[in-house]
């Protein structure tokens, strides 16, 4: 489906300008200016889209709605009796999720002696790391630095992220891009070995190092290989924790799985737990269309908010600037930073530029939705969704022909498949909710308040303060799957598990009661509910 | 808004109706299932949603991803959730990038036929064929460079009449090529010695201990590389 006739007259003026703009930089926002533009237009400041968590470590803490329903949510096995004596599976290390976090914490803790179990919801490395595109930062080059880098991410994050998780971060970067080239990821190199970086949203060095536009996937299937080549490594698929086990000294002692396709439950003992389940992008917060996966609902959350873990910073998400707005099949999809990064601008209506491209996300974002929604300047779709422009064929004229074809061939071929060529056209966007960037808090080792629970990668909070930069996300599912793969397996040393209880089940259960909640979603959500049942109300 | 057309489409063996501009996979969901396998990102990286289908009397058999390709009326249609490929066993350190080496993992590579029938088969549109070629004849850059946007859905092994496991000797041929043949990268070791001799240790922690106007300050301040 090529643009509607509707659309051309628009598309007409994206062309006219282009000669123009090729020789325009649209002035970045100064801090006030930015300041405001969140304050005005950001979905994170809709106070009518959030609430305070009535019960929990959280009490009085302010979240999305649907969030904060999945967290006061009753146990999906309040009220089911199991035998917790009869444990069907044994471990070291349990690790829940089977991303790019989970992978990269097995690896980690098998190499430092533990056995290891990945439990699953549903195949080994369906996650967001998979779907990734636009690079992974470290500061690696002679003009950067580790403390440039912390200085991005602190600026980037509003200067409230927490300062240690961010030393890891960028320290342990460099080393990190090592490691992933030693089990064999093809990172961008000149023929020389340099590595071919580029700038991202924030950043202050081109310090973003990509696998042409298939980063995250090029990372995951890598790390799901390796973990495939441990035999010291199992792996249960289509198999998600519903809820953790503690023993009756009130220590984490694993968890009940559920064989999603039999519905059988399954009880594993683990001397240590890692959570590595990723972010929250299904629950469709304010309605907003996702670049997440599947199975993004937010579990490990909620399972570590019933054993007591603090989250920190769960009244912020990411909206990414750059979600497909057209054709109405893939509305929603990532389209990657690094179209950006390479020197396309954003456009109105009116084929104007209206921002500067590389903002952080946050700002990026705001400023698309004020286009659209104040001033009037979007796009319309036959479907009735608005959009801005973002000028990909630019590209090609900057860097040389073959240029979006080499760096972006996802992104062309996901195009084409409904007849929108990228390298002639531009591609029509609008924010899509993207990242969480809070979670359970977390220490520099990946341990949490609670004892033998770790958590790493998305479904941790702190590193990213109030907002992720691009790149960092993939860094952080690294660092701190190994870091909490490395420390899940040490503390596995020292444990010793009483008998294995869900009394925090009934506990819950009580206090939900308590400050007066009845009913209730069971939680965790474990699958988005998409399937349409015609005879419903 | 008029309410568009319902079309007939059959998912395995089971006829619905559907809107006609829904992906399989959204139009799966319309027909009521709660996807369990067969649904990973949905958005046409992770290879979840390999599906097969036919169209009304065609014989030819068409493929494509459920969560890219839009229904048609009279779709006949079936996923393929799992196949039971075979991966051997391997550590990446203790291999060498030869075609050797492939063929000790893979005795059944020389069984290629050239028939084409991957190609054929691949949602991604690279040409298997050829990168298998490059296989048999022990190019394994050539393998990393063709096989790079493999999403491993599995459908060029699920057809393949010679019984290869196209997707598994590519992604071992990626890992080879990045660990032994891609050149490497001088600025990037010596950064991580760097590190870990602590070179960075001390700045780091005056930074951690700046506060917060400093540090405004100071990001407010930067210099920003040119493109």
Redesign the interface.
Known sequence: MPYPPSMQESLALVEATRPQRLHETFPMLSPSEKQDLLRRFHPDYIQAAMREIRVGPNKGDRTPLELAALLEGPSRLYGVRLDLGRVDYDTDVLVIGGGGAGCSAAILAEEHGAKVLIATKLRLGDANTMMAQGGIQAADKPNDSPMLHYLDVMGGGGYVNDPDLVEALVRDAPGVILWLENLGVMFDKEPDGTMRTIHGGGTCRRRMHSARDYTGAEIMRTLRDEVRSRPAIEVLEFSPALELLLDESGQVAGAVLQNLETEEYLVVRAKTVVIATGGSGRLHYQGFATTNHYGATGDGLVMAYRVGARLSFIDTMQYHPTGAAYPEQIVGLLVTEKVRGLGAQVLNVQGKQFVFPRETRDAESAAIIREVKERGLGVRTPSGMEGVWLDSPMIDIIHGPGTVQRELPAMVRQFARFNIDITKEPMLVYPTLHYQNGGVAIRPDGSTGVLNLFVAGEASGGVHGRNRLMGNSLLDVVVYGRRAGRAAAERAKEVRLGRLTLAHVEEWERARRNAGLEDGMPSPLVLPRYARRAREA | MDKPELIPIHIMGKRYLVPP???IQ?AM?????????G????????G?CATVYRLGSDYKLRIGLAC???VEPEMYLAQIPSFPAR?P?????ELKPTLGQLLALYPELMRCLSCGTCTKACP??LDVRDYMAAAMRGDIAAV?DKS??C??CGLCTARCPAEEVQYNIA??C??????YL????????E??AE??AGQ?DE??AA??RMP?EE??K???A????P?
Request: hydrophobic residues 35%; aromatic residues 10%; positive net charge.
């Open positions: 501009s829904l992906t959204k969901e319309y027909a009521g299932y709660t996807l369990v396998r649904c990973g990102c949905r958005g046409g990286f992770c979840a890219q390709t839009v991966r066993q391997y550590r990446l350190e991604q549109n990393a790079f946007d999403i491993m992604i071992l990626r890992r080879l090529y990045g660990r891609a050149p490497r990268s001088r600025h990037l070791i950064r991580v590190v870990e960075y700045a780091l930074m951690k917060v540090l405004r100071q990001y407010n930067r210099d920003i590389e493109e």
